[in-house]
């Protein structure tokens, strides 16, 4: 069964920041990252369970991006929906607020 990927302005807002954080160093890089995390966000309409939950939240799961870059998510079974909800600099301190 295929999911339907929504994707927050939440978390298209982090996104744009930490794209344009990376572009201002590397514009290729950031274009490659942006991508890949898009890709990787739609790849959740198929098994969006493969990733692992949030300790704290259960219902939030979350995807890493290379070493530092965490993409918090959430499975609505009952509208088989995925909600990509924030993207997150891990080395920015804390985990962003999620709903």
């Not at 807002?13 to 995390?37: K, M, N, W």
């Amino acid at each position: 069964m295929e999911f339907k990927v929504i994707f927050k302005d939440t978390f298209l807002a982090d996104l744009e920041q930490i794209v344009r954080s990376i572009a201002a160093h590397d514009p290729s890089a950031a274009r490659r990252f942006g991508a890949h995390v898009i890709r990787t966000g739609e790849s959740l309409a198929f098994f969006p369970e493969r990733f692992p939950r949030v300790r704290q939240r259960r219902q939030i799961r979350r995807f890493m991006v290379g070493k530092y870059f965490k993409v918090f998510y959430r499975v609505q079974a009952e509208s088989n929906a995925v909600e990509i909800l924030r993207c997150w600099d891990g080395r920015r301190g804390m985990n962003p607020r999620l709903q």
